[in-house]
Structure formats: C-alpha cells, structure tokens
C-alpha cells in the first residue's frame, strides 16, 4: 500500500532533522528517509574500538545557530557543550609554540613572544572580522534574494543589503578583500609573523581542498569564525557525548512531533510525474507519495544519482557537474593509551583541550596543497587533534583517551588512477608519523583507529568527493549562487523539489540554517497554494 505524506525528506543529517522539526511543527506530516542504520549524517557519535568513542566525521560545536537550538528545545533534552579553554596550540618548527585564545590579553601576551605589532594590532584586527562576521551572522537565517524571481528578487536584497550598506567604508573594503583576497594576501595586509598568520590562515583550508594562496580563500577564514558558545562569539567547544548527541536529540525532538524516521531506507529515485516530483522510490522498492521532496543529500548526488535520465533539464545538469566538491578532507579516529607529550610542552594541560593544529606556517599549508595536487597527498600533513576526552570521560575507559584527527590535503580522486582504498594505510601512516614528529610516542600510545579517506567519508557518509561542505564554498558557489544560480532560495529545478543541506545557503559546518531557512521556503509555498486553492 502506498504511503502518502506532505513531505518526504532524504537524509537524517542534522539540517534534514531540523528541516523536518519545523515543517511538523506547522502541521506537516513529515516522513524522512535515512540509508544508515543511525541518524545524523556526518554528525554522529560511534564506537570505533571496544569501549572507544567518538565524532566520527564533524567533530566540534560553534556553528549552530542560537535559534535552532532554542526553537528545538535542545538544553532541556541533555543539550550540553564545553567550551575550550584556548582556541587552538601550534607546535612550531623551532620547537616553541603558540596559543591562540582565552582570552585578548592572553592571545597578545602570545602573539609578543613572536611580535610586538601583531600583538598591538589584534584588537583592531578582531573589530575587523567581528564587522563582517556580524553581517554574515545576520544573513545565515535568511533565504538569498534568488535570480529569476522578479520584483521579489529586488526587494529580498535590497532587504538583505541593508546591513552590508550600513557599514563603514573601511569595513565595506573588508568585506571585499575577505571574500576576493587569497588568505595569504589578507593576513599579510595586517601581520608580520608567520606563526600568527598561521594561527589564523588555518580556518582558511579546513574542508577547504585550495592552498592559502588561492583567491577567496581569504572567505573561508571568515566562515568559521560567524559561530557561538554559549552566547560567546567566535567560540568553539566540545558537546558532551559528542557530535551524535546533538543529532540524537533532534531525532527524539522530531518524533515527540509526529515526524516518522526510516533507518536502512536509501533512496533509488525520485519519483517524477509531469514535471513535478512526486515521491521517492527506496532501493527496496517501496514507493513513498509527497508533493514535495526535500534533499539534504548533496546537490552532486541528488542531480547526478537520484533523477532518470530526462527528469532534470540537460542545461541544470552540465552547471551541476560543473560545480566543485571535494574539500581534501582525511579523518581519522585514534584510541589512545595516554595524552600525547609534545615535545615543546610535553605535561598534561589546556592545550590538550585545545585544537592542537600541526601546520606551523602558511607556506607548510601550501606545500601541503602542492603535493596532494601531484602526488595524492601531502607529505606533510595539516593536521588538528582534538582530544574530547579530556573533558568528556564517557568516550573512553579511565585513563585512555580518543583523539580525532582532521587532515587536509588529500586529493579527492588520487591521480594515476589509484584507488583509496587501497592507498588509505600508507596515508594514515604519513598523517601519524607528522604528529609523532612534534609528540615522540604517539604511533606507541594507539590502541586502535578508524581511517576515513575521501572515497571513504563518500562511501560511509554519502559526501561527495568527501567534501564535508557539499560543496566548496568558493565566491562562485555562495549565497544565491548556492547551488546555482536561479535556484539558490532551496529550491530545485522541478515544482515541488527543495534542498536543505550544506550545499545551499550558509554551506557546511554544523549550523542547522540550511534546514531551517528551507522550511520556512516550504512554508511559504505552502501558504501560498493554500490561499490559491482557496481562491483567496
């Protein structure tokens, strides 16, 4: 028997939940569809070895929005994040460190230790980037003005330019370098050192497959600075339970409000009936009936694996193969049998709560791009540890740890024709012989591990080319243009078709905006066709 619902939603990730919440919420009987076992997308907690527990691909908390997190109930349901002491460590080369974080006075007192212009020039530094990221924080709950759209076009963004007019000139040509400007070119406009550049050039290739030197990826620094702690801007902490807590709440939130979860569930096909979509189709053959159907998978799978031939204009398909995903992420989960002694700080402390980033200079990340575009990978990894144990005690036995690694840059294809798979063990040694450089023990200290090489986050997580962002969050891939543009308010090229993912507006990181803002679209249309049908 063929099951009809207002809404069939493809992926449990968290914006596929929080889309899911919202549209309930308003009276919509919502089904979502899951091809795991688990909810959660890439935001998932899971035993990797015995008694050993872990994010397994996003793996800290600053980008989720305050509303959703309110609107959702998130806190009263064991919603709960630490946020870290420091932002970030950096071993450097010459066996010194530097600590970003905890603090202005803190951060200047490090910054002197390599210059005293750096240190005296962060405030202003900081005002500059808290400007624009107030802009951007303004913009992420709100749908791209979207081409095509006629009078609407005009008024949603002279609406949504209204902020960005406001601002001074000098802030207005921050604006323009941050999202123009390589990450080199504008940390070099205001720093003298390279540790310091590098302590900020780093968010500039987190799931970010580009060298430092690449123009716009000045923007991506910015990207990850927009989040929130606990009401603190520009924090980043650790939710207890790790990142699967966060989804687990959603789900056990969307079902107290009629939302039906199907685990084991892909999808072969989106149904397609004159134009307008009309289901989906699961790999079992079960056929589930909506008049809308709402993609949190990728814009490259869903238009390029979920559609027969014909369903999707040949002009929408060649710009969707021409858009760019692959972010040259490897990840990788180790179970530890003690902390890590690096060699310029070797006894326990708050840089072990930190984001422990080997990547010393912008020109060690750019070398690390260079060799990954020849050879397949870096010689010398990016790598960030984090070690969540250190202050959530229900990830591993009593004194073990897990650490999470997060290296950049891996090809997203290996050239030659290789296969990850079976090249995924000689990179992973090279991602662990980078860390026992700076920490002499750690390969000893490994209990057990869980590799992810691009094909593999592909292969398990369904991102394509292992793109933790769907997509890369270029200037030609962002806002309206996000996916492309003329479909940038969430919704597809065929009536009834949304999508609620990291490839649409803001991008990726866990933000829940994408599922929030294309509901609220959903609704809009719903309420419009309801007052149509009503003749009103």
């Not at 970003?100 to 230790?113: M, S, Y």
């Not at 989960?333 to 912008?362: D, K, M, W, Y």
């Not at 592909?458 to 806002?479: C, F, P, T, V, Y």
Request: proline fraction near 5%; include cysteine.
């Amino acid at each position: 028997m063929t099951q009809k619902y207002d809404a069939i939603i493809i992926g449990a990730g968290h914006n596929g939940l929080v889309c899911a919440f919202y549209l309930a919420r308003a009276g919509l009987k919502v089904r979502i569809v899951e091809r795991r076992d688990i909810v959660g997308g890439a935001a998932v907690t899971e035993e990797f070895h015995p008694g050993f527990r872990n994010s397994v691909a996003s793996y800290t908390v600053s980008l989720l929005q305050p509303k959703v997190i309110d609107d959702m109930g998130l806190v009263d349901h064991g919603y709960k994040v630490v946020e870290r002491p420091i932002s970030n460590f950096l071993p450097q080369e010459d066996g010194g460190y530097l600590k970003l974080g905890g603090g202005l006075e803190r951060t200047q007192a490090e910054f002197r230790k390599f210059s005293s212009h750096d240190a005296d020039v962060l405030p202003e530094y900081y005002d500059a980037l808290e400007g624009v990221a107030d802009v951007l924080r303004n913009l992420a709950l709100k749908s791209p003005p979207n081409l095509g759209d006629g009078i609407k076009t005009l008024i949603d963004g002279a609406l949504q330019g209204r902020n960005l007019a406001k601002l001074s000139l000098s802030r207005k040509r921050d604006v323009l370098e941050l999202f123009t400007k390589s990450a080199r070119n504008f940390l070099d406009s205001w720093f003298d050192s390279e540790a310091v550049k590098a302590a900020f050039g780093f968010d500039a290739v987190v799931g970010n497959y580009a060298s430092p030197d690449t123009p716009g990826s000045a923007y991506v620094l910015l990207h990850h600075v927009f989040g929130e702690v606990n009401g603190k801007k520009g924090a980043w902490g650790h939710c207890i339970g790790g990142m699967g807590t966060i989804t687990q709440i959603m789900a056990k939130v969307c079902r107290n409000a009629g939302v039906q979860i199907s685990l084991e569930a892909p999808v072969s096909r989106v149904l397609v009936n004159g134009g307008k979509v009309a289901g989906v189709r699961l790999e079992s053959g079960e056929e589930i009936v909506a008049p809308r159907v709402i993609a949190n998978v990728g814009p490259k799978i869903l238009y390029e694996r979920m559609f027969h031939e014909g369903d999707i204009a040949p002009e929408f398909l060649r710009r969707i193969k021409g858009f760019k995903a692959g972010s040259g992420t490897f990840r990788m989960n180790v179970a530890l049998s003690e902390l890590p002694r690096f060699t310029c700080l070797p006894a326990p402390g708050e840089h072990h709560q930190s984001g422990i980033i080997i990547a010393p200079t912008l020109d060690y990340m750019d070398r690390a791009f260079l060799d990954a575009k020849s050879d397949g990978w870096s010689k010398q990894p990016i790598v960030e540890m984090l070690i969540p144990s250190t202050v959530d005690d229900s990830l591993a036995p009593d004194g073990q740890h897990v650490a999470s690694l997060f290296c950049q840059q891996f090809a997203p294809e290996l050239p030659d024709g290789r296969d990850w798979d079976l090249e995924e063990d000689k990179a992973a040694d090279t991602i662990i012989d980078t860390v026992e450089a700076h920490a002499p023990g750690f390969r000893a200290s490994i209990l057990g591990q869980q590799i992810l090489s691009p094909q593999g986050l592909e292969r398990k997580l369904g991102l394509a080319g292992g793109d933790i962002m769907h997509g890369n969050m270029s200037l030609d891939q962002l806002w309206s243009a996000r996916p492309i543009l003329g479909n940038g308010s969430y919704r597809g090229p065929l009536k009834g078709l949304y999508m609620c993912g990291a490839g649409t507006h803001p991008g990726g990181g866990v933000t829940g905006a994408p599922g929030h803002n294309c509901a609220h679209e959903v609704m809009a249309d719903q309420s419009l066709w309801t007052r149509l049908r009503r003749g009103s």
